[in-house]
């Protein structure tokens, strides 16, 4: 139970609004509609520490920043679209936040005015979620950051396969395996750097791994606390925490899909092919997007058209590994492509294809010590071939 105290503390607006933006992203309104006390933010003070609070009906979102505390310690909760909104419109200042224990009203005072509002009791803010958690692991927050950031891209937006919407985290003795895909394209991360110590597994729904990327992982130095059971994850820095809903379901073996060997090895600038093909792109058929690559004498033709409205544009680039008088024709939807190239930090890369019914994988040329990146994308039929 929450004991309503009078409050008092002083914060920079800035910081105030930048914690107050990072909680707010966890709330929906489908929760609100059913629970309508979601709509608030929860705020704990503490002595100098203030944590917020924001959650829907699956996931809860905390963070702290520091005040200055000039009363008593206590909790309050407030729509979050009235504090936002008002602190928004602020310069970056000092200001004064009090909460009246007996009605509830709420001040925020400024260089040259005030807000008033009426705050709601603590008490009535869902409690947080408690985790039988059956693994526990510690690892830097950066190397995290780094596989989310790496793979979310490439997770399904289709509604109907839950479990290809999400994150996949593998946990192995020796290593971290991060993967998403859609289905046309799949991205594997492999942290090596990371030692788990046993094997578990869980998928992280999209939307969470956006909030931990763009949130508390990504301004944290040091290291993150891990802990999941079946159903649920929480994630824990020296500046808040997450608690979320894991998805249902199986994930696909994503290795079974990865192919081991190719008989084309293909070595090439990854921003001339990015550059080339989207060039092209731009004269194919708007339906398709696809965009033709001819692999021949250390040189890749690209192709595209749109015979509709009679267009089509060409373009050559160089490359190197290809076995002399082989040749390869192979075409693939330059949207997922592209998704591909973008993601990809090493200004080199290795195309590997086999031919043009089976996936392609690319994959960097230098990597950062301990991490293996193997992103795979499936071709598209050409027509009378």
Do not use: W
């Not at 009078?6 to 909680?23: C, G, I, R, Y």
């Not at 709601?120 to 989310?148: C, I, W």
């Not at 990809?344 to 195309?351: D, G, L, N, T």
Request: aromatic fraction near 8%.
């Amino acid at each position: 139970m929450f004991i309503r105290h009078s409050m008092k503390f002083t914060v920079t607006s800035n910081d105030l609004l930048l914690q107050l933006q990072a909680v707010a992203k966890v709330i929906n309104q489908k929760s609100v509609a059913a629970v309508p006390v979601l709509e608030n933010i929860l705020f704990e003070l503490q002595g100098n520490i203030l944590t917020l609070t924001a959650a829907d009906q699956s996931n809860r979102l905390t963070c702290s920043l520091e005040v200055n505390n000039q009363a008593e310690d206590g909790a309050f909760a407030v729509r979050s679209n009235i504090v936002l909104d008002a602190i928004k419109e602020l310069s970056d200042q000092p200001i004064e936040i009090e909460v009246d224990s007996e009605g509830g009203k709420a001040t925020i005072t400024y260089s040259n005015g005030h807000y008033s509002f009426l705050s709601t009791s603590a008490d009535v803010y869902p409690e947080g979620l408690e985790l039988n958690a059956a693994h526990t692991f510690v690892m830097p927050a950066q190397s995290l950051l780094k596989g989310l950031e790496r793979t979310l891209y490439a997770a399904s937006d289709d509604d109907t396969r839950p479990i290809m919407t999400g994150v996949y985290l593998d946990f192995f003795p020796d290593k971290l395996v991060t993967v998403a895909s859609d289905g046309r394209i799949l991205v594997r991360y492999t942290d090596s750097n990371i030692k788990c110590g046993e094997t578990a597994s869980f998928c992280l729904p999209a939307r969470i791994a956006q909030l931990l990327t763009r949130g508390i992982l990504a301004k944290e130095a040091g290291e993150v606390t891990l802990s999941f059971d079946e159903r649920n994850a929480s994630f824990t820095t020296s500046s808040g925490s997450l608690t979320a809903r894991l998805l249902e379901g199986k994930f696909p073996n994503y290795n079974s899909v990865i192919p081991t060997n190719s008989v084309h090895n293909i070595i090439v600038d990854k921003d001339q092919l990015f550059f080339a093909s989207k060039r092209v792109s731009l004269f194919s058929n708007r339906a398709s997007s696809l965009v033709i690559l001819d692999f021949a004498d250390d040189s890749i033709r690209i192709t595209g058209q749109d015979l509709d409205l009679s267009i089509a544009a060409e373009e050559t680039i160089s490359c190197s590994g290809q076995q002399a008088g082989t040749r390869l024709r192979i075409g693939f939807d330059f949207s997922y492509l592209q998704r591909l190239l973008q993601n990809v930090s090493s200004e080199q890369i290795q195309f590997s294809l086999n031919d043009q019914t089976r996936a392609g994988v690319i994959t960097p040329l230098t990597c950062d010590e301990g991490i293996d990146i193997t992103a795979l994308i499936i071709p598209m039929k050409l027509l009378g071939e």
